[in-house]
């Protein structure tokens, strides 16, 4: 895999909690993503990063947030869980240039109660 | 942003060569076709990519028609690690610096 860890693997949660999910990687690469994947849905991105405090929103941000206060570190959060986010959520990365592909990690399991 | 169609499944014999088509007739002159696999569970990983000319790596082959509306994926000699769904992916317009995943081939490889 290429250097990237998700944190928690698994978790579950209430309604209306706040949630975090942390992606961290190791390979000084630029771009940062989160995805969540769901049956019938394929992949759909949530969120991206073009660098450090540089975001921005893909197909599906309502109800998310994210930051990005160092090049390693991408946090995806959840300010008020719903369960229509239980899903399975991955973080990816990429280089600089518009064409270098995303590897991925390892994901998180996330179910709301 | 072009679109892919793929077969939904398909299955092949362990040893023999595995072959996923994928049509992408309204793809871009400046757009990468990219392959990625996902096996149960674990996070999609990628293969291979490439712009007009075959591709080769370690893992597999990409041959792209010389129009480039259709591609396929070809694993030379697929093993039972080789299960899995295949995605095949046209690069979204400029600026997004994102991939859009389909439903992909559920690839199944028989003893």
């Known amino acids: 895999d290429a250097g990237i860890t998700q944190s928690p693997r698994h978790k579950v949660t209430e309604t209306g909690t706040p949630v975090t999910l942390r992606c961290h990687q190791t390979e000084n690469h630029r771009y940062m993503y989160w995805y969540r994947q769901d049956p019938g849905h394929g992949l759909r991105l949530i969120h991206y990063s073009y660098g450090v405090k540089d975001t921005d929103k893909g197909e599906v941000s309502d109800g998310y947030s994210v930051s990005r206060s160092k090049t390693e570190d991408f946090l995806l959060t959840l300010e008020s869980a719903t369960s229509s986010q239980t899903s399975v959520y991955f973080c990816?990365?990429?280089?600089?240039?518009?064409?270098?592909?995303?590897?991925f990690g390892n994901g998180t399991r996330l179910t709301v109660t | 942003d072009a679109k892919t169609t793929q077969p939904t499944s398909m299955d092949c014999a362990e040893g023999r060569a595995a072959n996923l088509p994928c049509n992408h007739s309204?793809?871009?002159?400046?757009?990468?076709v990219y392959w990625y696999r996902q096996i149960h569970s674990q996070g999609p990983q990628y293969i291979i990519h490439?712009?007009?000319n075959n591709e080769t790596n370690e893992m597999a082959s990409l041959i792209i028609t010389e129009d480039r509306k259709s591609s396929t994926l070809i694993l030379p000699h697929a093993t039972l690690r080789d299960t899995a769904v295949y995605y095949c992916?046209?690069?979204?317009?400029?600026?997004?610096?994102?991939?859009?995943f389909g439903t992909g081939t559920r690839l199944t490889v028989i003893p």
């Open positions: 992916i046209v690069r979204a317009g400029a600026g997004a610096n994102n991939l859009f």
């Open positions: 990816a990365i990429s280089e600089l240039g518009s064409n270098s592909p995303l590897h």
């Open positions: 309204t793809i871009s002159g400046n757009e990468y």
């Open positions: 490439g712009l007009k």
